[in-house]
């Protein structure tokens, strides 16, 4: 795919190591990466290959050492600690491997944190909140707290809360590997049909071979590097 | 996100309680020490506050407290008098005198000798009988407590019959007829405290040249203290403190000179250590159970200040609470134990520094959990 107009995210000879001379790991070895604007992308690659910390550099909540990373023609690591978490609240959501919800609060007070974050009365982010349930369809689980939903539910839970906001871009860590092979299927589908409107950017970090249908591209990682871009999973297999 | 920050800390209830009984705990155990040391230390100067009708006590200069009487020449009482601005000045004796007890045993008693003529300087409450009656011949009146204990006749079974009214008591071989019962604060020696006249309790005493052991003052209506007691001390060479510095110096004695500050005060200190300690990890232990979720707020784009507020809000709740119920627990001791032996006083000072002390700590314990969450990387929220 060809984008013409300015992608998304585009990451320039990004590096990036943990800790101190012998015990240096470089998780980054130089990624140059485009994802477009209205793309699903996927990063796959074997466990320890580096995924987390790149999806960590472009949702801005890890500084890379080396090279540029910038989301929406904006450099982040340029920017000091109160506009990142400015920026990240307007224009990331956020999808975890182990959900993060808050334990104490029901489903639509989790979700309504980015708008509450936001600066939005409670009541209004409360109503915005449940219509967003509505959309993942677990509307009336609303007053639930997360120890009574599945694990599928509270995950649909998270990418409602992830999309309340109207993020440009959404990043989403393992987000179905907690997750059977069915109910991880059925995350993707609500992921496609409820993310995928007007130009929003999904990023994808997983492992897991059967959600690539739902992919547009699939950066294809080892060893910190990106070592093949391809649009399908079967170009995937065809490979060498 | 304030009602997030509350339901994040009351939401798991079991850690939500532990928290706040580690913090109720902590109030109570500073308030409870400190209010036993402050009751102690007002036994120091218990004769003192008994005696509340002067505003100043005029005494030899080399007496250190309240119970240490150096007596002065009759004539300083009349030197007294004489100072511009003296409404009255009435003479006091105190003194350690033995009391002989209808089993023949000898008890030592503090004897307290007030003006005949006004009884200013008698005990403020009576049980029994009245003030007046000390006008009466070989009057005496005894505080309540050594009536039924210390003075206390005792029967041949062993039970012990309070001394009572129409009783009679020797005095350094001087006949004492009780006519009253009365309560007097507890002092720090618990000696028994009987009253008489001053005329009278001279005649009980051994036969010394000075029995005056103090004189105490009333100024006039609108009369400087401070600069009535520089006037009566140019005029008779003595020292003239009001009551509330006299009970300071008494208070400082005993904080000097007795090793009750020291060794009682490490277990308050100590006491105070634990509760901050506990209360102190309880909160911490939250706020690191909390980490992974402060990180995914922080991920979400939370700023410094909203987490600082959110852990702000959250430790004063529980210090507030905690607080609450801890000095509602030492004032319930305090109203248990009122009337025994043990010591116990809690004025609003105290409250006012166990608040303080229970709002370090949590302030303490916020501010590390704030910097722990400050410091957090908001990529942990990626492991899983
Ligand atoms: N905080 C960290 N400290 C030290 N090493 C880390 C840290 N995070 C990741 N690593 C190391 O960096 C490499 C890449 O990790 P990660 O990005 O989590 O890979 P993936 O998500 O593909 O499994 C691994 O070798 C991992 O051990
Ligand atoms: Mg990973």
Redesign the pocket.
């Known amino acids: 795919m060809q984008t013409l107009t300015e992608p998304a995210v585009a990451l320039r000879g990004v590096t990036k190591s943990y800790g101190e001379g012998a015990a240096r790991v470089t998780a980054l070895r130089g990624i140059d990466l485009d994802i477009g604007t209205g793309e699903l992308m996927m990063l796959v690659g074997p466990?320890?290959c580096g995924?987390?910390?790149l999806?960590s550099v472009i949702a801005g909540i890890l500084d890379q050492d080396d090279g540029a990373c910038s989301v929406f023609g904006r450099d982040l690591r340029a920017m000091r600690g109160m506009a990142k978490a400015r920026f990240r609240g307007e224009t990331v959501g956020f999808v975890f491997?182990a959900f993060n919800l808050l334990p104490a609060l029901n489903a639509a007070e989790n979700v309504s944190i980015p708008l509450l974050l936001a600066g939005l009365k409670r009541s209004e982010a409360l109503e915005r909140s449940r219509a967003m349930l509505d959309r993942v369809g677990i509307g009336e689980r609303w007053r639930s707290r997360p120890a009574q939903l599945s694990g599928g539910q509270q995950q649909r839970v998270a990418i409602a809360r992830a999309l309340v906001h109207q993020p440009r871009l959404v990043v989403c860590?393992?987000p179905t590997s907690s997750l059977d092979h069915e109910t991880g299927a059925r995350v993707m589908e609500i992921m496609r049909e409820v993310a995928m409107q007007g130009s929003r950017t999904l990023v994808v970090?997983t492992h897991d071979a059967r959600i690539f249908s739902y992919a547009d591209r699939i950066a294809v990682m080892d060893d910190g590097k990106v070592v093949k871009v391809v649009h399908s999973a079967k170009e995937l297999q065809d490979a060498p | 996100m304030n009602l997030v920050a509350l339901k994040m800390l009351m939401g798991d209830r079991a850690k939500y309680i532990g928290i706040l009984i580690g913090i109720t705990f902590a109030s109570l155990l500073i308030t409870q020490q400190s209010a036993i040391f402050t009751g102690i230390m007002a036994r120091t100067y218990a004769a003192i506050t008994d005696l509340p009708a002067p505003d100043v006590w005029v005494m030899d200069p080399k007496v250190q407290y309240i119970d240490d009487i150096k007596p002065l020449q009759d004539t300083q009482l009349f030197r007294v008098r004489g100072v511009e601005g003296v409404d009255w000045a009435v003479p006091l004796y105190k003194g350690l005198l033995k009391a002989r007890l209808s089993n023949g045993n000898f008890q030592t008693t503090i004897v307290m000798g007030v003006d005949d003529a006004t009884l200013i300087g008698g005990p403020i409450e009576m049980v029994e009988g009245r003030l007046e009656d000390l006008r009466r011949n070989d009057a005496v009146i005894v505080d309540e407590h050594g009536a039924a204990s210390k003075l206390a006749h005792v029967l041949p079974d062993g039970t012990r019959k309070p001394l009572a009214v129409g009783d009679v008591i020797e005095l350094n071989d001087h006949r004492g007829t009780v006519v009253g019962i009365c309560k007097v604060a507890r002092t720090f020696q618990s000696q028994p405290v009987i009253y008489t006249t001053y005329s009278r309790a001279t005649t009980f005493a051994p036969r010394e040249r000075r029995l005056l052991s103090f004189v105490l003052v009333k100024g006039k209506p609108g009369v400087d203290l401070a600069e009535l007691c520089a006037r009566i001390q140019d005029a008779t060479g003595l020292v003239a403190s009001s009551g509330a510095d006299f009970r300071w110096t008494t208070m400082m004695y005993f904080m000097k000179y007795t090793g009750i500050p020291i060794n009682f005060g490490m277990s308050v200190l100590l006491g105070f250590l634990v509760g901050t300690i506990v209360a102190g990890m309880t909160f911490f232990n939250f706020t690191l159970d909390n980490l992974r979720h402060f990180g995914a707020l922080k991920a979400m784009g939370a700023s410094p200040w909203r987490l600082t507020g959110m852990i702000v809000l959250q430790a004063l709740l529980v210090g507030s609470l905690g607080w609450g119920i801890g000095v509602g627990g030492a004032a319930l001791f305090g109203h248990v134990t009122r009337n025994t032996e043990l010591a116990f006083r809690m004025p609003w000072q105290l409250l006012a520094i166990s608040g303080t002390a229970v709002l370090l700590i949590c302030t303490i314990s916020a501010l590390i959990c704030i910097v722990k969450v400050l410091r957090l990387e908001p990529a942990i929220v990626?492991?899983?």
């Open positions: 466990s320890g995924k987390t910390t999806i491997q860590d393992e970090v | 990626f492991k899983s």
